[in-house]
T-cell receptor
Framework: GESVGLHLPTLSVQEGDNSIINCAYSNSASDYFIWYKQESGKGPQFIIDIRSNMDKRQGQRVTVLLNKTVKHLSLQIAATQPGDSAVYFCAENSPNTGTASKLTFGTGTRLQVTL | NAGVMQNPRHLVRRRGQEARLRCSPMKGHSHVYWYRQLPEEGLKFMVYLQKENIIDESGMPKERFSAEFPKEGPSILRIQQVVRGDSAAYFC??????????FGPGTRLTVL
């Protein structure tokens, strides 16, 4: 069935380097995407979102890129810090509703920041 | 402005008992969502509710699970006659409209 998936289960980066976390989605009808960060024992924390009418959106130290041609989403974290260590999930809206009323999550990428 | 609140944070039940999980959305949010997460996996949608209405329950098991969001008070996810397979983290999210969802800290259910 339709799903959201991630290429890398674990990503290790050195403090100060940039991180890139990738996500592939299979449903071309999806029009809204969100990145969440989840630390151990906590709930997902909203990082940044993007709609399908955009291909790039920037936040504080984070950038999300959307390539609809190849159905690929990425999260870039600039100057990665130890506090960025967590599991990162991409999520897409349910295409049947056209809004984020039902999110489909990927399996997650664990980001490990080394000193 | 307080975030989404869930209680209890940890819940232990024996097989066959009932589990009640509560979620208080952020102030001003009338949309509530419940998700389930197994260890090392992503969140799986269960149900989407607005005040006094179930909008989408396509992710809810047909038996033993129910959810409500009354006019007053928190949203409740109820699991009757729990089994070991129900052990998971249950997350609630809320939003002011069907858009970006903000998650609570979750309830970790353990069934003995």
């Amino acid at each position: 069935g339709e799903s959201v998936g991630l290429h890398l289960p674990t990503l290790s980066v050195q403090e100060g380097d940039n991180s890139i976390i990738n996500c592939a989605y299979s449903n071309s009808a999806s029009d809204y995407f969100i990145w969440y960060k989840q630390e151990s024992g906590k709930g997902p924390q909203f990082i940044i979102d993007i709609r399908s009418n955009m291909d790039k959106r920037q936040g504080q130290r984070v950038t999300v890129l959307l390539n609809k041609t190849v159905k690929h989403l990425s999260l870039q974290i600039a100057a990665t810090q130890p506090g960025d260590s967590a599991v990162y999930f991409c999520a897409e809206n349910s295409p049947n509703t056209g809004t984020a009323s039902k999110l489909t999550f990927g399996t997650g990428t664990r980001l490990q920041v080394t000193l | 402005n307080a975030g989404v609140m869930q209680n209890p944070r940890h819940l232990v039940r024996r097989r066959g008992q009932e589990a009640r999980l509560r979620c208080s959305p952020m102030k001003g949010h009338s949309h509530v969502y419940w998700y389930r997460q197994l260890p090392e996996e992503g969140l799986k949608f269960m149900v989407y509710l607005q005040k006094e209405n179930i909008i989408d329950e396509s992710g809810m098991p047909k038996e033993r699970f129910s959810a409500e969001f009354p006019k007053e008070g928190p949203s409740i996810l109820r699991i009757q006659q729990v089994v070991r397979g129900d052990s998971a983290a249950y997350f609630c999210a809320s939003s002011p409209h069907p858009d970006t969802q903000y998650f609570g800290p979750g309830t970790r259910l353990t069934v003995l």
